[in-house]
């Protein structure tokens, strides 16, 4: 027992918030000491101990018998109350730990993978590239086209590696055009399929009439 803490400790040993050690030695030193029997006496009506206590006749801590009959009681409750502790600290520590690691093993173990590609191609003064990402729920490609003059309708269009086609966009593309002296910028445009990257195998580049403008293949 720390001899500064002898008395200030008896809130602690009733609460069973010390040691085993300090415990023995604190229970050794009561036993002696009557300023600690008049205290715990005092805090003896805590919580599942007031009924006990005010039920029965108030005991005389000068007698070894009630105060021993006094420490016991106090013993098993801060015995029940250490072990509500135990398991309270043991089940938050088990959602501490696991929690994350349920919440991980949830998840696939690359829910967003790197796939993302970029085609190019080139026919006669027309050019294009693509840029290929594929997605949990499909595919997301992004088109900038070049070298192309109008008027023209235009779409592009995934064709997978079972032959079904599926458009993705279409637009028009005005006199002036897009990627060409005159308007030197090209046209920029995005869109999406529920196909998956793995299945296409190849995005084309078609006018309204059917006529290949570009064919970008991995």
Do not use: N
Request: with cysteine; aromatic share 6%.
């Amino acid at each position: 027992m720390r001899p500064s803490l002898e008395h200030t400790d008896l809130g602690a040993y009733v609460v069973g918030a010390l040691s085993d050690e300090e415990t023995e030695a604190f229970e050794a030193h009561l036993m002696e000491c009557a300023q600690c029997q008049r205290e715990l006496k005092a805090f003896a009506p805590l919580p599942d101990l007031l009924d006990q206590v005010d039920e029965r006749p108030r005991p005389r801590l000068d007698d070894d018998v009630v105060l021993t009959g006094l420490l016991e009681r106090v013993a098993a409750d801060r015995r029940r109350r250490r072990r509500t502790w135990v398991v309270a600290a043991a089940a938050a520590l088990v959602l501490i730990i696991a929690g994350p690691l349920l919440v991980l093993g949830s998840l696939p173990s690359d829910p967003w993978p790197d796939r993302s590609t970029t085609l190019t191609a080139t026919k006669g003064e027309v050019w294009a590239k693509l840029a290929v990402d594929g997605k949990p729920w499909g595919t997301e490609v992004r088109l900038e086209l070049g070298g192309i003059t109008g008027p023209l309708s235009c779409e592009l269009r995934a064709v997978t590696r079972t032959g079904v086609t599926r458009p993705l966009m279409d637009w028009a593309v005005p006199q002036y055009g897009y990627g060409v002296p005159s308007q030197p910028k090209p046209l920029v445009a995005s869109g999406m399929t529920a196909l998956r990257r793995e299945e296409i195998a190849r995005f084309e580049v078609r006018t309204s009439d059917g006529r290949d403008l570009v064919i970008l293949e991995p």
